[in-house]
């Protein structure tokens, strides 16, 4: 199957995470950026506004894919904006396409993504994987989201987070 695996990243995390599936599946990694540097103010001022950010590659280059496997992070219980070109892309130019993300997790799992992910691109992804930061922390106490926000994926992090999303992967795609 031919797998392209799209990432976007604030602070590296879902970017060195899609890296590492990427190479494991030996599948096309796109890295997505913006030409002006990400703060949170423009986090904030993309969820007030409903912005779809302009972003490099253009979204127009599924066709020669089977699957395409998006990766990002979480803000505020939606996924990363700069991912919202590509998922407008697929409602206008249907896809199979996946959604994987590392997010901080402190308040549960983000329980609107999926209706998100359907809303934007008008279908349900074929798999759909929501990685906690706080899974990796002791629980005792409970992380905090200053805790999991400030997180950096080790390597031993990506190897485990990697197996749990390949041996995923193999259900869709075998
Ligand atoms: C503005 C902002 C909002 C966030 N909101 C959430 C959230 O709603 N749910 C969650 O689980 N994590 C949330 N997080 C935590 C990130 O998803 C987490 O730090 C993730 O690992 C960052 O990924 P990245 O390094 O690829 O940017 C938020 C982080 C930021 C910066």
């Given at each position: 199957m031919n797998i392209a695996i799209i990432s976007y990243s604030f602070t590296g995390n879902n970017d060195a995470l899609a890296g590492s599936v990427a190479k494991e599946l030996s599948?096309?990694?796109?890295?997505?950026?913006?030409?002006?540097?990400r703060t949170w103010s423009s986090i904030a001022?993309?969820?007030i506004f409903s912005r779809i950010?302009?972003?490099q590659p253009s979204p127009n280059l599924f066709v020669k894919y089977d699957l395409i496997l998006f990766f990002g992070p979480i803000w505020m219980g939606q996924v990363a904006t700069p991912l919202r070109g590509y998922l407008k892309h697929l409602r206008t130019n249907p896809h199979k396409?996946?959604?994987?993300?590392?997010?901080?997790g402190a308040d549960g799992p983000n329980t609107k993504v999926r209706g998100e992910l359907r809303k934007r691109t008008g279908a349900d992804p074929v798999v759909f994987i929501d990685l906690h930061i706080a899974d990796l922390l002791s629980t005792n106490p409970k992380p905090t989201r200053k805790a999991t926000s400030a997180y950096k994926l080790d390597s031993g992090d990506i190897e485990q987070l990697t197996s749990t999303i390949v041996k995923k992967l193999m259900d869709v795609t075998n």
């Open positions: 599948s096309e990694y796109i890295r997505i950026s913006e030409s002006k540097p001022m993309d969820m950010p302009l972003v396409y996946g959604f994987i993300s590392i997010s901080g």
